[in-house]
């Protein structure tokens, strides 16, 4: 009766918008439906740096290599912000790295994509950050208050990567005609991943009806997808590249974009492991995670002792 009650004024506190903290009592499923989902979303955060790290040393110019640079450090910064989200529900940064190295956690299907050209870095700027930023904005109402803070702060620094990926594209697409067709090339490949990266169709989503309820997601994955697409394809055209759609078409009436259906074998098979990079980016985050054992240990050392040094004064 008592977990009734709770459970009533639960979700009474997230049908008026008030946010659920850290201390408050919550239902297990919903500790445990953020824990699942904020560190697949830190996850993603820090494995993605692995595609975008591949060309800092072959930036094309110093400009150019400066603000890479400073945007993968954001995303290591937006994994920090998730971790400690996700730390405030009782599990600690190393379990979820473990799972993440078991194969238990996911993290997102985009970053198993390999990054082959410059214009590449292009596209993960102005798909993927596009992409993110989409969800991301709509996360930021979402009913958990850590997560929710967490988002309003990354969304800030994401449409400064989304701008940067564009002007890179841009840059591309209108230059030579090698360097458009580099850019082309590159939407290409990323199109239809980019789109992959909202989830399967609502129908077939298994986490959307809570996640709807407990308004930790305030749109659907389906909703979000077609907000990319309406404004992305509008962005595709003013640079003069071509969206690889046979089936996208402009519906006057309607006043928006149709499109045509995502490969879902293709996201399944690289969800459950078996893309091109998924084993690459797997095998280097370990070796990082490994290699820096000592880069912790110092750290914690280090805090240990100015804390006692503390106690003694
Ligand atoms: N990839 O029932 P649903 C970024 C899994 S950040 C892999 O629909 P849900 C910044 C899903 O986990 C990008 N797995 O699940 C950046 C579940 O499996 P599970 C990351 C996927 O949670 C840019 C199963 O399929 N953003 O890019 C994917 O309701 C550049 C069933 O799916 C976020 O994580 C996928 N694409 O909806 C960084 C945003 N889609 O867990 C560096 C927060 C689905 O039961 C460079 N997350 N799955 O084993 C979300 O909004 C949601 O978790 C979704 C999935 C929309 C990703």
Redesign the pocket.
Known sequence: MEDIKKLEEFQAKIDADLKIEPKDWMPEEYRTHLQ??IS??AH??VI??Q??GNWISRAPSLRSKVVLLAKIQD?AG?GQYLYSAAETLGKSRDEYLEELHSGK???????NYPTLTWADIGA??WL??G??IV??VS?QRTSYGPYSRAMVRICKE?SF?QRQGYEIMATCALGTPEQKKMAQDALNRFWWPSL?????HDSE????AN?MKWRI?RET?DE?RDKFIQKTVQQAEVIGLTVPDPDLKWNEADGRYEYGEINWDE?WN??KGNGPCNKQRMRHHIKAHEDGTWVREAAIAYAEKQKSKQLVA
Do not use: C, W
């Open positions: 699942r989902q697949q979303h993603s955060e993605g740096m595609p975008e995303e937006h956690a996911k993290y997102s299907s985009i970053f993960v700027g993927v950050d992409a993110a969800n991301q996360l994401e990567h992959m990266m909202f989830g399967p989503s298994a986490h959307t996640a997601k994955n979000l996201f690289v969800v």
